[in-house]
């Protein structure tokens, strides 16, 4: 199983920006469909956005759609979540998974890296 590390997090206030960044170690992401999902205190992981291996395909949960950009650079081993116009409730720890495409439930995942903190002040 690819091991995935998430990097990038921080605290910024809201309206402001962070990239989040979801490196592989011990296997290639290029053949790899990646989902970002996000776990806030209380609540469950759920779903962010999504990018087929190629990068053809993008697919993002409503609640970020026109905010956030998923890309990838398979020459790095790279996969990215941009954020932009942050707001407290994007408040979460953000983990990156290997996905199945149309599979957006984070229960159907059991391979989970340590997570990134992001924090957004009012």
């Known amino acids: 199983q690819v091991q995935l590390v998430e990097s990038g997090g921080g605290l910024v206030q809201a309206g402001g920006s962070l990239r989040l960044s979801c490196a592989a170690s011990g296997r290639t992401l290029s053949r790899l469909n990646i989902g970002w999902f996000r776990q806030a205190p209380g609540k469950e992981r759920e779903f962010v956005a999504a990018?087929?291996?190629?990068?053809?395909?993008?697919y993002y949960a409503d609640s970020v759609k026109g905010r956030f950009t998923i890309s990838r650079d398979n020459a790095k081993n790279t996969v990215y979540l941009q954020m932009n116009n942050l707001k407290p409730e994007d408040t979460a720890v953000y983990y990156c998974?290997?996905?199945?495409?149309?599979?957006?439930?984070?229960?159907?995942?059991?391979?989970w890296g340590q997570g990134t903190q992001v924090t957004v002040s009012s």
């Open positions: 998974a290997v996905v199945n495409w149309g599979r957006w439930s984070a229960s159907q995942y059991d391979y």
């Open positions: 990018i087929t291996w190629a990068g053809v395909s993008t």
